[in-house]
């Protein structure tokens, strides 16, 4: 098996994994569902989640206002009107589709899709 398709593979084992348990987790509220790379805040605490977004912006600082992570992050087949648990779903298929297709950046470290980078990214913004 190649690094790629274990990495991939890995990523959506463990969101298969904790979507079951995320329901008792979720925020409910639909705008702040975009910007909580579950998975991730299931890893490692906020804290660090904020420092990896950070950390994205300063490495893509196009992308350093929340309009724009937002545009990036959703697109026409984004479930916003359905939940909080539709939107963790969506955003965990992106995530593996990500590293299905190479999608990805290293940011402190970690190998993390662009869309949970930009997730965290949109996570730090929100936050301060």
């Not at 998975?39 to 660090?48: F, G, I, Q, R």
């Not at 206002?65 to 939940?83: H, N």
Request: aromatic share 8%; proline share 3%; charged share 20%.
């Amino acid at each position: 098996m190649k690094r790629r398709q274990f990495i991939g593979l890995s990523a959506y084992l463990a969101a298969a994994v904790a979507l079951p348990l995320l329901d008792g987790c979720a925020t409910g509220d639909n705008e702040s569902a975009v910007s909580e790379p579950v998975v991730l805040l299931h890893t490692v605490n906020a804290k660090s989640v904020i420092e990896t977004g950070q950390a994205y912006l300063k490495q893509f600082p196009d992308e350093n206002t929340k309009d724009k992570l937002r545009q990036l992050l959703l697109d026409k087949e984004a479930p916003l009107s359905s939940g909080a648990k539709a939107i963790h779903e969506y955003f965990n298929t992106k995530t593996v589709e990500d590293f299905n297709t190479g999608q990805t950046v290293i940011i402190n470290g970690w190998v993390l899709s662009h869309t949970e980078a930009r997730q965290c990214a949109l996570f730090a913004i929100l936050q301060s």
